[in-house]
C-alpha cells in the first residue's frame, strides 16, 4: 500500500518560509506525478487547492495561489517530494497534503490522485 508522510508544518510569522517534506514508502520515480494540495481551515466540505504538481519528466505546474511564493522539488534517491514556501501570508494558513498517482492526469486535479497523505498544518500569523 502506497505511503505518503509530510512533515515540516509550523507556525511562522508572515514573510517566514517553510519547506515541507513528503517521505513516500516506495520510491518516488515510481510515480508519474505528485503533487501538493491544500485546505483552509473550516473548509472541509470543499474540494482541495492545488498549490503545486510535478511530473517524471520533471515539468512542474502550479496553481494560482503557488505561482511565484512556492517551488516543488522531488529527490528519487531520497524519495521524498518537497514544497518550499516563501514570503508566507496568513491566508496560507492550511492543511497541506501531499499526492501521487501512477496514472497521467490533469497535474491540479484532486480527482487525478490516488494516493494521499494526512497531512501538515501551516500557520502563518500576522
Known amino acids: 500500500e502506497d505511503q505518503l508522510v509530510e512533515t515540516g508544518g509550523g507556525s511562522v510569522q508572515a514573510g517566514g518560509s517553510l519547506r515541507l517534506s513528503c517521505a513516500a514508502s516506495?520510491?518516488?520515480?515510481?510515480?508519474?506525478?505528485m503533487a501538493w494540495f491544500r485546505r483552509h481551515p473550516g473548509r472541509e466540505g470543499q474540494t482541495r487547492e492545488g498549490?503545486?504538481?510535478?511530473?517524471?519528466?520533471?515539468?512542474?505546474y502550479y496553481g494560482i495561489n503557488g505561482q511565484g511564493r512556492f517551488t516543488i522539488s522531488q529527490d528519487n534517491t531520497k524519495n521524498t517530494l518537497y514544497l518550499q514556501m516563501n514570503s508566507l501570508k496568513p491566508e496560507d494558513t492550511a492543511t497541506y497534503y501531499c499526492?501521487?498517482?501512477?496514472?497521467?492526469?490533469?497535474?491540479?486535479?484532486?480527482?487525478?490522485?490516488?494516493?494521499w497523505g494526512q497531512g501538515t498544518q501551516v500557520t502563518v500569523s500576522s
Open positions: 516506495e520510491s518516488t520515480a515510481n510515480f508519474h506525478q
Open positions: 499526492a501521487a498517482t501512477y496514472s497521467q492526469a490533469p497535474a491540479l486535479w484532486t480527482t487525478s490522485y490516488s494516493s
Open positions: 498549490m503545486a504538481a510535478i511530473k517524471r519528466d520533471g515539468s512542474t
